[in-house]
Nanobody, 126 residues
Framework: VQLVESGGGLVQAGGSLRLSCAAS????????MGWFRQALGKEREFVAA????????RYADSVKGRFTISRDDAKNTVYLQMNSLKPEDTAVYYC????????????????????WGQGTQVTVSS
């Protein structure tokens, strides 16, 4: 599968953005999907995840209540709705996918996911 993120940009603190991760090839309902982010000079960190049936979502504590991960199977796209953005949310955001037959359950680990997008920059100004 190929993953292409979009929707990043510059936004003021308190604003919102919606990131998209368009998948080509196999349907996203065959994958566990995750969003990660990497701020300048920091390690990549887990943000949110959704399982292949879309029955379970998980979030990092830092974004819980502000971000929502969702999926549109008809568009083969996963979204990350980001509200109440803070300057500390500034980072490159990456979409990741792991085929359900190989999924380990460790949704918060980078190594769980085999496929990655190229990333999209989100900058939140204060």
């Amino acid at each position: 599968v190929q993953l292409v993120e979009s929707g990043g940009g510059l936004v003021q603190a308190g604003g919102s953005l919606r990131l998209s991760c368009a998948a080509s090839g196999r349907t996203v309902s065959s994958y566990a999907m995750g969003w990660f982010r990497q701020a300048l000079g920091k390690e990549r960190e887990f943000v949110a995840a959704i399982n292949w049936s879309a029955s379970t979502t998980r979030y990092a504590d830092s974004v819980k209540g502000r971000f929502t991960i969702s999926r549109d199977d008809a568009k083969n796209t996963v979204y990350l709705q980001m509200n109440s953005l803070k300057p500390e949310d500034t980072a490159v955001y990456y979409c990741a996918a792991e085929p359900k037959e190989y999924y380990s359950g460790s949704y918060y680990k980078e190594g769980t996911y085999y496929y990655w997008g190229q990333g999209t920059q989100v900058t939140v100004s204060s």
